[in-house]
């Protein structure tokens, strides 16, 4: 299946099959599918199974606990297969380090992705030094929004990926999102995926949402 890069689907509804026959539709067009708490808390481990049959899982679980929890569970997701699983970094190096140990370590089966601050939040101050606490503690991917990409890429570079959510279009309201990007902007400040939810799962004809999308990205 060729699969085009940077585009990641979040799929954050209750109703797997619903979620999966657009995982269908929208196979040929993403990088990876995104399963969220909603999805996750639904449905468990059978959201993921039946997701990658129509591509990559990313598990957006978000793990903040002990160190021996996290790892605990890192080591499940990398049971289950999924290509990256995010935890929060201000859960502090122990616990990234054992979530990097229980996905198998730094060349391990699953990415671990660290959340800096959410896009949610308008103050993004904290994010370099969370950023920091991850990389240095084995994390392979950060997730942030894309006004402080370009900052990690300098200071991180090539060896650490950028996963960019907030994405919206200059037409579309943010919604509850705070630290928002267009698709342009996201991809000029070095993001290396972008998630990408409504705008394209809510849209009237998803197919078309994610061709506009992946022309403004460039890609």
Known sequence: MKVPPRLIVALDQPDLPKADALAAKLSDKVAAFK??????SAYGPQAVGDIARHGRVFCDLKFHDIPQQVGSA????ARLGVW?????????????????????????TALVAAVTVLTSLKDGRLVEDLAETAVSSGAQALVCS???????RA??????????PGIRRASEEPADQERTATPEQAAQA??????VG?????????????DGILKGLGW
């Open 35 to 40: 399963i969220g708490l909603t999805l996750f």
């Open 74 to 77: 890192a080591a499940e997701m």
């Open 84 to 108: 990256m699983f995010t935890v929060h970094a201000s859960g502090g190096s122990a616990m990234v380090e054992a979530a990097v140990k229980g996905a198998g370590g730094e060349r391990g």
């Open 146 to 152: 894309a006004r402080e990409a370009a900052k990690l």
């Open 155 to 164: 200071r991180f570079g090539e060896r650490t990926l950028l996963v960019v």
């Open 190 to 195: 070095g993001a290396d995926y972008v998630v």
């Open 198 to 210: 409504r705008p394209i799962t809510q849209a009237a004809d998803p197919g078309a949402a994610a």
